[in-house]
Structures are given as C-alpha cells and as structure tokens.
RNA sequence: GCCCGGGUGGCGAAAUCGGUAGACGCUGGGGGCUUAAACCCCCCUGUCCGAGAGGACGUGUGGGUUCAAAUCCCACCCCGGGCACCA
C-alpha cells in the first residue's frame, strides 16, 4: 500500500482549493488558455462514463498551467431544464430546491476525482444573477428586431407539452422522450439566427480546430442552396405564386405545378370548383399526419387543383397539383416539377398519368429514370445544346432580364423557436398590452423572477399562466392592465453565452465586462459530446455573432478548438443512469483512489472513441502507481553514488524520449499513448535498477516521471514531490523540456529486407550514408543465404531504417 | 438513397510521412518468493508447421499501384454516426 489514500488525496485536494492555485485573474504578460467544457446538467451522480471527460479536462488544465499559460477552467451548471421540473410533479419538492441538492454533491464528487477549477467564477443558469442576463439579452435581440414573435406551425411534443426547435426533432420525435412530434399552430417566439445563416456556413471553414465531422453536420444543417425564384400567373384568373427551383435550366421541361397542402393560396385556387370536396380532404388528412406518417405512407399523394399555371419560358399551362411532397418550410412552398430531371417529380407524375419530357439529354447507356446528372440541353429552345452550369447562368440572366424571376439563395435552417410551455426556464421579459401591443419589460425591472407554483404540471400552457399575480401587470407605456409573457426560453439560450459569463462572472452591472472577455475569448478548447453538433454549437456560434455585431465581444466565434469525446460503452449501451448500466465509481475511490481511475479513463482508448468498460483496466493502472510509488521510496538514500556510466546515460536518454513522446502525445489528445509512454519508461527503470544500473540517473529519471504524470494522477504525483524534498507544490512546476542531443540515437537497428520480406536486422550508426548501408546489407551471411545467387537486380537503401535487396 | 467515420491477436489497443505489424495494458499459462495465500519478481501468450534453429501465413473480402501497403487507388461486404420528399 502506497499510503492511506483517502486522506492522502482529500488533503490535496484541500490545498489546491485552500491555496487558490487554480483561481486566475487576466494577466497580460502571460499567454493565457481558455479551457472551458460544455457546463453540465446537474444530474445528480457522476459515473465513469462522466469521470472520463471530466479526466481530459483536467488533464489540459493542469498541463497547459505547467506550460507556462495562464489558464482558466471554470465550471458551471445548465440547471435550468425538465428533469427538475418531472421530479417537481412527482414529488412536490420545488424544481429549485431539487436543483441545488445536485449542485452540491455534483461538487464533491468533482472535488473527489481532483479536478480543479477556478470556483470562484461558477455560475448557474437557473439563479436570478445569471438569468436576468439572459433576458437583458433577449431584449437586446428584441431590440435589433433578431426576437419576434409570430404564429406559425411549430412542433410539438405531446408528452412534454410543449414546443420544440427544430433541431430538437429528431427522426420526427423529441429528442427528449422520443414521442411522435405533432404540427400545431402558436404564437411562438423566434430567434432569427437566419440572418446568420451565411456567416455561419462561411466562418466554418475557418475553424480548422473543429472536428471534420461537425463542421459537416453544421453544413448540412444550415444547407445552403443556390438557385432561381420566379413567378408563375395561374391560368384565367390575376394571382400568381412563386416558386423556387435549385435547377431553372430544366424549366422547358416542368409538365406540371405543386402547392403544399398549407399554401395560403390553396383556398383560393379551389374554393368553388368541382374540385374543392376532394381537395379538401386531402388537405385535413394531409394536416392531420406527423411529419413521420407522412413520410411512412412511401408513395407520393396529391390531388389536382383544376387550375393551370403559366410557365413563363415557353407559355406553357402546366396543371396545378397539391401534394404533401412539397413542404411549406422550405423555399416557397411551391415547386415547377420538373420529371425528366427529378425522381419525386417522376414517381408522382408516372403514378398520375403526368407527361414528362427530358430537357437533358442522359448518357446512351443510362437506365434510370429522372436523369439528375449532367448533359446536353434538349427540347428547351435557346438552351439546346448547353451543359448544366451554362444553362442555369443563362436561364436566370433570361429571367432577370424579363423581369420574371432572379437568382436566389436559400437555406435550409430555420429560424430558432425559444418558447416553451413550461415552468422550470427563464421567464420570457415581455407584456402584452392591450392598447401598445407587444411591450418589451423595461431593463431596470430585471430580472423577471418566475413565482413558485402549485401544479408543475404541464397542461399544454405554461404553468406561470395559472399565477394571476404574475400575469397581471401594469403596461410600462401606458400603466393600464396588461398581461405578462407566460412561456420560458428554451435552454439552449443559457447555454448559447456561458462562456462569455464565466469570464466576469460576479458582475452585477452588466452581462460582463468587454475587456475581460476580450482576454479570456476565444475558447482555446472547448470539450464535450458531439450529440451538440447542430443544436448547442450553433447556437452558441450565432450568439456571439451577435454580441460581435454588437461590439461586445472582438471575437467572431466563441471555441477556436472542438474536441468531441466519445462514450463509455458497458453492455453494448452508452453507460446512463436510464440504461440502468452505471458503474458508479464510490468501490473505485475506495480501493484505488482518483488517480488510479484517472489514469485508466485516460488509457482506456483513443479519447474521440467509444470505449468499453473493463473492470480489471483499473487494476492495471493502480498497478503501475504502486511500481512507480515503489521505485521512488524503496530507493531513496540506499542509492549508492557511483559515476555515470554509459548504462546510465542511456536509461537518462529513455527518460528525455519518454518527456518528448508524452508531451507531444498530450498536443495531439493522444493521452492513451502518452500513458504507454510512462508504463514502457517505468519498465525500463525497473529493469535497469534491478540490474543494479542507473543509479546516478535514477534521482532525475523519477522527477522527469512525477512532473509528467502529475496532471494525469495529480494526487500520487503530488504526495511523492514534496516527500522527496521538492519545496514546491507540484502543480506549479515548468512541463519538463526534452534535451535533443540526448533524445538522439547514436545506433539504430536497420532492417535488411530481400524482395520485401525482413531477413535480418543489425546495428548501424545513425547517420549511416546509404553506399556503406548496402555494402553492410550485401555483406550480411543471413543475406547472402537468402541471395541464393540470384541476379541482384536492385538495392533499395532507405539509411539508417531499412535496406531493401531486390533479387529475380 | 446520400455524406462522414470505422473493421488489426482471446480482449482494449499501437504503428504520427508508404519502410521491423501487434508498443502499452488486460486476460490466460509456466516458474520464483511464501508454512500457505495475497502482493511482488521472472518467462511465455497472432495462427500454422517444426524437437529446435527456423519457416510459412497474417491488419474485413477481391483486385491494383509500389522495391516495399494496416497505411495509397478501384470494387464489394459488415458495423457505427449524420442527413434524408430541402425542389
């Protein structure tokens, strides 16, 4: 046994706190690093699916303070959030009161890993002093016409009664409780981060510390189109509608129109016509599907409309079709279908008869259907003959030239709906007044603090709508009775600046001060699950857009660096509490202490990868503690003192190609390797000690090991510096620095290979020139074995690695 | 369907630029220490052939490029993730 453990690691723990070595302030004569992790929702017990990224953190705070950085890593809560809110309704205890019981003990088991953070900028969402900011800068959005409030369909969760973003849907369910989302008309309140649509999708490219993966996924996301806007008069009456098309070089071959059953033109266009009864049903059945239902029916539906839309390349009538294919959200609701060139438009025109005529000519041996590639015009008068791209440029210069259409963008994200139903979120700060309208509460009334209430319970309104002393209210224009907004933001909206918070946290006069933000901003690493790709990331990216637009904030994105950690894997499932798959880490501390599961969370497999729990990986990791901690105590003062040998110098080399090897593993968040690294130099120390060599290297060989392992096992690494007399506190000690003479090897082994296969290995200087590594290669007797006296036909020489002899 | 990842021993994995495949750890086996056990220490642990020296094979499958391929190219299979009636 090392030492007690427990007491060990609670003292340390108590003199990182109690000294403050990790609280900061902004210092410019430092480089300074931001290290920040998506601040978590106080769940309650950390597991080891948890204690991993938790691991990773504190890994980089720790090293990078080391380096010389003036790091700051805060910790926070997204504690505003339903969980509270569904044990509030299943048990009485108030969603606050729920909340902060979480905080605390989420505090002592981050204590008891040994993570450390600079507490004193800690915040929560759901505390006053941090939510009255989020509303402060709902007005300000209010106020640059970025919040707006409208009707319109929005997606709502049945089982958790409220409204969802878009992106909270997924797969046509809540990605919360996985229920079927279904289409209802609100008043809903919108965040218009469309208008960043495009500085979004073009900052992208410049975040080149992001994953691939999620820069992908947050292209896709916004998906952007290039394409032709037009109008289209209907036949024999003077409305026309407009419809948008990322192919108009294709428009000599629409054969028909399609409205979404929802297009506002629909009523009009059937009302009173022998079509109107059919129409209409198929409209409500239409409405009356999830977007999933619809999807699932496969086939295409649509009903004809009797009507007939002028296409205005070649004055065609096209015959006008409803059909639920067209969706009202994107581009405008209505589309020139165009079967030649499009597989929708082919399915539903070959279902109803619909002529199609091919406008590109496909390749002799295509045997498809819609032809979607590229190709000669045909059939499309003065764009016969053109390819795709000249085609298009050309048709929408025609349309623009006529005055008809133009060239246009479109995107596919929608604007972000913040409203929600219910009672544990930031209360929206605006009144509705009967004579104003819409009134903004006046910024020296904040924060709007949400009253308690005695029914949680969602019941398809906000339960603040039941409390009359909050929604009555004085009109801040005119003083007449007037009502409060009832519905809270969406969570995402805490989480779209805490980063900008942390940085000044206990500011009561403003969000924060623009001078320390401007230090701290960007994040230089900013850590946690890749399920926030598109929701979180691209929240918080438009919301510091708009702090920049609002010269707040210098920085044009808030995370400079991304690292998505993967999952802990047990029984096939991601380790969570509602799999019922936890491994609780209490047996863990008890048996091995923090360091030893540290140190396996950072071994366990590449850190971006899932990793399977093992139990017996733990028992490892303790392992090689005990050796290190042996190798340390059991030789001190029986070292005999005897002059450096070349035994020595050689193990003193193995310790500096262990400190370059760590650390540049650590830069490239390889830190499973960089744990190999350490076990593979430990056994080379053991082995030479017990040999009775390296004793005069064995002094710096451990200290080289301490200061390296000292962010991964902070505890052990600590206790060991200062019982071998370092009068410092480890955590405040420079990151070693490898000496490159030493790291350089004066002998390498060099591989000698006949037609590819290795036939003999030997010991060549390192700067060896390639005539004298062939001359050895040839000179080999296990070489000329294999030579056979065959025609050497060529000699590969690759010094000092390898030697390839090429024999036929 | 489209777009990303990934597939290497009994297991987790390593191989950073095309140059010794399997580092490091786990598991398992053998031995030492011990009255005994635990701890600890030493050795072995990809498959096959061989007493051994050694040899053949081997990174999902099939081809290709190359002196040389886990790594590059083509086709396919499987697993994971994202998007998906987006006009």
């Given at each position: 046994m090392r030492y007690d453990i427990q007491e060990t690691e609670a003292k340390w723990q108590d003199r990182w706190e109690d000294e403050r070595v990790f609280n900061v302030s902004e210092d410019p004569t430092r480089p300074k690093f931001y290290n920040v992790q998506m601040y978590p929702y106080p769940s309650g017990d950390l597991h080891m699916g948890?204690?991993?990224?938790?691991?990773?953190?504190?890994?980089?705070?720790?090293?990078?303070?080391?380096?010389?950085?003036?790091?700051?890593?805060?910790?926070?809560?997204?504690?505003?959030?339903?969980?509270?809110?569904?044990?509030?309704?299943?048990?009485?205890?108030?969603?606050?009161?729920?909340?902060?019981?979480?905080?605390?003990?989420?505090?002592?088991?981050?204590?008891?890993?040994?993570?450390?953070?600079?507490?004193?900028?800690?915040?929560?969402?759901?505390?006053?002093?941090?939510?009255?900011?989020?509303?402060?800068?709902?007005?300000?959005?209010?106020?640059?016409?970025?919040?707006?409030?409208?009707?319109?369909?929005?997606?709502?969760?049945?089982?958790?009664?409220?409204?969802?973003?878009?992106?909270?849907?997924?797969?046509?369910?809540?990605?919360?409780?996985?229920?079927?989302?279904?289409?209802?008309?609100?008043?809903?309140?919108?965040?218009?981060?469309?208008?960043?649509?495009?500085?979004?999708?073009?900052?992208?490219?410049?975040?080149?510390?992001?994953?691939?993966?999620?820069?992908?996924?947050?292209?896709?996301?916004?998906?952007?189109?290039?394409?032709?806007?037009?109008?289209?008069?209907?036949?024999?009456?003077?409305?026309?509608?407009?419809?948008?098309?990322?192919?108009?070089?294709?428009?000599?071959?629409?054969?028909?129109?399609?409205?979404?059953?929802?297009?506002?033109?629909?009523?009009?266009?059937?009302?009173?016509?022998?079509?109107?009864?059919?129409?209409?049903?198929?409209?409500?059945?239409?409405?009356?599907?999830?977007?999933?239902?619809?999807?699932?029916?496969?086939?295409?539906?649509?009903?004809?409309?009797?009507?007939?839309?002028?296409?205005?390349?070649?004055?065609?009538q096209v015959p006008i079709w409803i059909a639920d294919y067209v969706l009202m959200g994107y581009g405008t609701g209505a589309i020139m279908a165009v079967p030649g060139q499009d597989q929708r438009d082919w399915d539903f025109a070959t279902k109803y008869g619909i002529e199609i005529i091919r406008t590109v000519q496909p390749p002799d041996d295509f045997e498809g259907e819609a032809y979607l590639g590229d190709g000669p015009a045909i059939n499309s008068e003065f764009l016969d003959g053109m390819q795709m791209a000249d085609a298009k440029s050309t048709i929408i210069e025609w349309f623009e030239e006529k005055g008809l259409g133009k060239g246009t963008v479109n995107f596919r994200v929608r604007d972000w709906l913040i409203s929600r139903q219910r009672y544990w979120g930031c209360p929206i700060p605006m009144i509705t007044c009967p004579t104003d309208g819409l009134v903004p509460v006046p910024a020296d009334q904040l924060p709007v603090i949400h009253p308690d209430v005695e029914d949680y319970a969602p019941g398809g309104r906000s339960p603040l709508a039941a409390v009359e002393s909050f929604v009555n209210v004085e009109c801040p224009v005119c003083g007449g009775p007037a009502k409060r907004e009832t519905d809270t933001m969406d969570t995402f909206v805490d989480s779209s600046w805490y980063y900008l918070r942390y940085c000044d946290a206990q500011n009561s006069e403003a969000i924060f001060d623009p001078a320390k933000v401007d230090y701290w901003m960007e994040v230089d690493q900013y850590i946690g699950g890749v399920e926030h790709a598109v929701l979180h990331l691209l929240y918080a990216r438009f919301i510091t857009k708009v702090f920049h637009d609002m010269g707040m904030v210098e920085a044009k994105e808030p995370f400079r660096a991304l690292f998505t950690q993967?999952?802990?894997?047990?029984?096939?499932?991601?380790?969570?509490?509602?799999?019922?798959?936890?491994?609780?880490?209490?047996?863990?501390?008890?048996?091995?202490?923090?360091?030893?599961?540290?140190?396996?969370?950072?071994?366990?497999?590449?850190?971006?990868?899932?990793?399977?729990?093992?139990?017996?990986?733990?028992?490892?990791?303790?392992?090689?503690?005990?050796?290190?901690?042996?190798?340390?105590?059991?030789?001190?003062?029986?070292?005999?003192?005897?002059?450096?040998?070349?035994?020595?110098?050689?193990?003193?080399?193995?310790?500096?190609?262990?400190?370059?090897?760590?650390?540049?593993?650590?830069?490239?968040?390889?830190?499973?390797?960089?744990?190999?690294?350490?076990?593979?130099?430990?056994?080379?120390?053991?082995?030479?000690?017990?040999?009775?060599?390296?004793?005069?290297?064995?002094?710096?060989?451990?200290?080289?090991?301490?200061?390296?392992?000292?962010?991964?096992?902070?505890?052990l690494s600590h206790e060991l510096w200062e019982r071998l007399g370092h009068g410092s506190m480890l955590a405040t000690e420079a990151w070693p620095r490898w000496d490159p003479e030493l790291v350089a090897r004066d002998v390498v082994t060099m591989v000698i290979q006949v037609n590819g296969k290795v036939r003999d290995r030997v010991d060549v200087p390192a700067d060896i020139d390639a005539a004298t590594a062939e001359a050895i290669a040839l000179a080999s007797e296990r070489i000329a074995e294999w030579l056979g006296g065959g025609e050497i036909r060529k000699v590969i020489a690759r010094p000092p690695n390898i030697v390839n002899i090429v024999v036929g």
């Open positions: 948890h204690l991993r990224n938790y691991s990773y953190v504190d890994l980089l705070t720790r090293y990078k303070r080391m380096q010389g950085f003036n790091v700051l890593s805060p910790m926070g809560w997204d504690s505003f959030g339903l969980p509270a809110e569904n044990a509030a309704i299943k048990t009485g205890v108030h969603p606050r009161e729920f909340t902060e019981t979480q905080i605390a003990r989420m505090k002592t088991q981050l204590r008891r890993l040994g993570a450390v953070y600079d507490w004193d900028r800690e915040l929560a969402s759901h505390s006053p002093d941090y939510y009255r900011w989020d509303q402060w800068l709902f007005l300000e959005l209010y106020d640059r016409g970025l919040a707006y409030k409208r009707n319109a369909p929005v997606n709502w969760c049945p089982v958790d009664q409220t409204v969802l973003a878009n992106e909270q849907v997924v797969d046509g369910r809540c990605e919360r409780c996985d229920s079927v989302v279904i289409k209802r008309d609100l008043d809903q309140w919108f965040f218009k981060i469309t208008d960043y649509a495009q500085r979004l999708l073009d900052d992208l490219d410049h975040l080149d510390a992001w994953p691939d993966r999620v820069r992908t996924m947050q292209r896709n996301w916004i998906g952007r189109s290039e394409g032709c806007t037009f109008s289209m008069e209907v036949a024999g009456t003077d409305v026309s509608f407009d419809v948008y098309t990322t192919r108009p070089d294709t428009a000599f071959g629409m054969t028909f129109a399609v409205l979404a059953p929802e297009h506002p033109l629909v009523d009009d266009l059937i009302a009173g016509t022998e079509h109107e009864t059919a129409a209409r049903s198929y409209i409500d059945a239409a409405n009356g599907l999830s977007e999933i239902d619809r999807l699932a029916e496969g086939d295409k539906t649509g009903v004809f409309t009797g009507r007939f839309a002028i296409n205005p390349v070649n004055s065609s993967g999952m802990l894997v047990k029984d096939g499932a991601k380790m969570s509490k509602s799999k019922g798959n936890v491994v609780s880490p209490e047996e863990y501390y008890a048996r091995y202490g923090a360091d030893a599961i540290r140190l396996f969370e950072l071994f366990i497999g590449p850190p971006t990868d899932d990793a399977v729990w093992s139990d017996n990986g733990v028992e490892g990791t303790s392992r090689f503690l005990d050796r290190v901690w042996r190798m340390a105590t059991d030789q001190v003062g029986k070292i005999e003192e005897r002059p450096a040998s070349d035994a020595d110098r050689e193990v003193l080399a193995e310790a500096h190609r262990m400190v370059q090897k760590v650390t540049e593993d650590i830069d490239r968040f390889s830190f499973n390797t960089a744990v190999a690294h350490l076990m593979t130099f430990a056994n080379t120390l053991q082995a030479a000690l017990r040999d009775g060599l390296a004793r005069e290297t064995h002094t710096e060989s451990i200290r080289l090991m301490l200061l390296l392992l000292s962010p991964m096992a902070p505890h």
